[in-house]
């Protein structure tokens, strides 16, 4: 674990040094849990956005876009449940000062449990090689039953906890289960309290009485109030999605880990509108889809897992995580649930305003259920940055520093370097780079060793060097440096742009999915 740790600061160093991720403010010592993409982070994350773009919105013809503004009325977050409900469980320890979420402490607890329960499966695997039957051990080993009857138990005490809101019970499970703060080591524990997420601020002047509005801490509510909007305008039919990339905000108690948890932060989100009764098919469907968008980029299959929600939210019938393996363990990046017809309920109730879909085959009004698929940029930014660093030893004890990024999503595709800054080499490194520019993120780079300038590619994950030397002046060829593999070959200039093209572009990645 503490070698874990430590490659998570690594590569948050990394992040920072070659200009993906800087801490906002960095100058008058920064502000707490805000980022700023730096030239290369930018490039990467609207790599990001635009294959989750293109994926909802050209792969499926009954999903459309919009993009609604951060403020709303401010009658939408009563309407949601977001001012009375949208509060974490905090609690603080008494000797570190440190303050912590209940709900993630006993978490946090529950997946120590799993652990223990895994490293015994894991032992006895490997005692008992193929004759191991891993159903018939979990059933009877008395160690993994006394475990799994551990955990079950806690995790019904919990959901109740959660459900019931019940903050007492909360913090006796914190007691009962001797838990301590990493940081001081002591169970000297607070009360638990509920805080609310929302930011507030004031539009229009006091003088004529300012009204309170928020910033918006999930970007779903935009399509929910617009649904009937774009539905009647563009004429759509059940089912049919709406999707939107954009900043949410929300005031957490914890921050940590980097992007993984900011109190400013980039969704995208898509709400799929259906007919009552077929959402749960509608909820496997995305479930399914949304998996296969992130295995997709070729991060490793086994980084995956679904985790079910142990507290179903008051309106929702079904809800799943997907989970990401980061350095800091198994994380959610992206949730899908289904909303019922929880928000368009509610909104038709506090608006007064009949917002029901006429459904012209059923001849019928009715308010139609959610599947919704929430992800978050940035987090979605820090597995794909996690998953790709490595520090590689080098034959010849060299090493490198790489980020086997994803090519589609590479800020940087391909690098022109002249060999040597003179007889026309630089010249003809420029013509390729104007011809280039077009279609990729091309750089040119002639200063220091051709060695230094494949290594800055490496650490910002370009997947493609082209070096241009004397033989290119005779006969048109380059020299073509893939990233992971090192391997170089000599090709036509007149071949690379195809190369390239087959390699980066996001249409391959989308075929993948179609
Ligand atoms: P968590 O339990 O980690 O607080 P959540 O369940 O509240 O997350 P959702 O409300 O389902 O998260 O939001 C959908 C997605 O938005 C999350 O899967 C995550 O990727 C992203 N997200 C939520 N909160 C943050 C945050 N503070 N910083 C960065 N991304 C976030």
Redesign the pocket.
């Known amino acids: 674990m503490a070698q874990q740790e430590d490659v998570f600061k690594k590569i948050v160093s990394h992040a920072k040094e070659y200009g993906f991720v800087f801490q906002s403010s960095e100058i008058y010592d920064g502000l707490a ?1 805000v980022y700023d993409y730096g030239q290369n982070g930018v490039e990467m994350k609207n790599n990001i956005k635009r294959y989750w773009w293109d994926a909802m919105t050209l792969l499926h013809e009954n999903i459309v876009g919009i993009d609604s503004a951060i403020f709303m009325h401010p009658t939408i977050w009563k309407a949601s449940g977001h001012v009375d409900a949208f509060n ?1 469980p905090l609690i603080d320890n008494r000797d570190s000062k440190k303050r912590y979420r209940a709900d ?1 402490l006993i978490e946090e607890d529950l997946a120590k449990l799993d652990d223990k329960i895994e490293k015994e499966v894991a032992k006895a695997k490997k005692r008992f090689g193929d004759s191991f039957d891993e159903d018939m051990f979990r059933q009877t080993n008395p160690r993994v039953m006394e475990y799994t009857k551990q955990r079950e138990d806690l995790h019904e005490r919990f959901a109740k906890a959660m459900n019931d809101n019940n903050l007492d019970e909360l913090r006796q499970i914190i007691i009962d289960r001797e838990i301590v703060c990493p940081i001081s080591g002591t169970k000297n524990w607070t009360e638990v309290r509920q805080f609310n997420l929302m930011f507030k601020t004031e539009m229009g002047s006091t003088a004529d009485g300012a009204m309170t509005v928020y910033l918006r ?2 970007t779903a509510q935009g399509i929910f109030v617009n649904y009937l909007n774009v539905q009647k305008t563009g004429r759509m039919r059940l089912p049919f999605g709406i999707a939107q990339i954009g900043k ?1 905000f ?1 005031n ?1 108690i914890v ?1 940590r880990q980097f ?5 400013e ?3 995208m ?1 898509m709400q799929f509108f259906v007919r009552p009764g077929q959402e749960l098919e509608w909820f496997e469907y995305w479930k399914q889809w949304r998996l296969r968008w992130h295995k997709a980029l070729g991060l490793g299959d086994s980084k995956y897992r679904y985790h079910d929600h142990d507290k179903l939210a008051h309106y929702a019938n079904a809800a799943t ?1 997907i989970e990401f393996e980061m350095p800091f363990g198994f ?5 899908i ?1 289904s909303r019922t017809n929880f928000d368009l309920s509610q909104h038709e109730k506090f608006s007064g305003k009949n917002i029901k879909y006429f459904d012209p085959e059923l001849n019928e009004s009715y308010t139609p259920y959610v599947i919704e698929t ?7 930014f820090l597995s794909v940055l996690c998953s790709s660093y490595e520090e590689q030893k080098l034959e010849g004890g060299d090493t490198r520093v790489v980020l086997h990024l994803p090519a589609a999503l590479a800020p940087v595709k391909c690098a022109v370097m002249p060999l040597v800054r003179k007889d026309g080499l630089p010249e003809k490194a420029q013509e390729i780079v104007n011809d280039l520019k077009f279609d990729f993120a091309t750089r040119y780079d002639e200063k220091d060793s051709i060695g230094k300038r494949y290594r800055r590619q490496d650490a910002i994950g370009t997947p493609f060097c082209i070096t241009v030397d004397h033989q290119t002046l005779e006969d048109s060829t380059v020299t073509l440096r893939e990233r992971d593999s090192m391997e170089q070959t000599r090709v036509n200039i007149a071949d690379l742009h195809k190369l390239i093209h087959d390699n980066v572009s996001l249409t391959s990645l989308l075929r993948k999915l179609a």
């Open positions: 849990a974490d993630v801490p999930e949410a929300r957490e921050a992007i993984f948890r900011m109190r932060f980039e969704q989100e995580d994380k959610e990046v992206e949730g649930h929430s992800i978050g940029v940035d987090r979605m």
